[in-house]
């Protein structure tokens, strides 16, 4: 049995042989016949070649539609439900108090004897490079490492 032999009895059976208990000899050149039918893409455009009895019982060999569910004994296999969706969390901006941070270094300035001078309520709080030295400096002298590292 051949590939092209495999193929010609399959199109002149409208796609569908049964070899009713074959020898181990015939059921051999069967599977090497499908194999090479497959491998040399012989298998017109748009079927699928498909076998059943490999190994024992009657062999039946088809031609069936690509894409079309083969013949199956056991039932498919449920399909798992859909994974839930992911929420969402809404993001929400805090708004900084600028007078609220000023407090804060004012508060902290006088527990570091220093001076500080409330600035108005339009303008930044800016420290030029030489006040930042001297109030790390200052926060060293006295032994407050924690104020002096920020």
Request: net charge positive.
């Amino acid at each position: 049995m051949t590939s092209d032999e495999l193929i010609d009895q399959l199109t002149s059976a409208d796609g569908e042989i049964c070899i009713a208990d074959p020898s181990e000899r015939v059921r051999s050149q069967y599977r090497r016949a499908i194999y090479d039918t497959k491998e040399r893409g012989l298998v017109p455009e748009g079927l699928q070649l498909w076998h059943t009895g490999r190994d024992r019982g009657d062999m039946v060999i088809r031609l069936l539609k690509r894409h079309a569910p083969p013949p199956r004994t056991a039932t498919p296999p449920q399909a798992s439900p859909p994974a839930p969706e992911p929420q969402r969390v809404p993001i929400t901006k805090q708004k900084v108090q600028p007078r609220r941070c000023v407090k804060s270094i004012q508060n902290k300035a006088e527990t570091l004897g220093l001076p500080f001078a409330d600035p108005p309520r339009d303008s930044a709080v800016v420290a030029t490079g030489e006040q930042s030295a001297r109030a790390v400096a200052e926060c060293s002298l006295r032994g407050l490492r924690g104020l002096a590292d920020r």
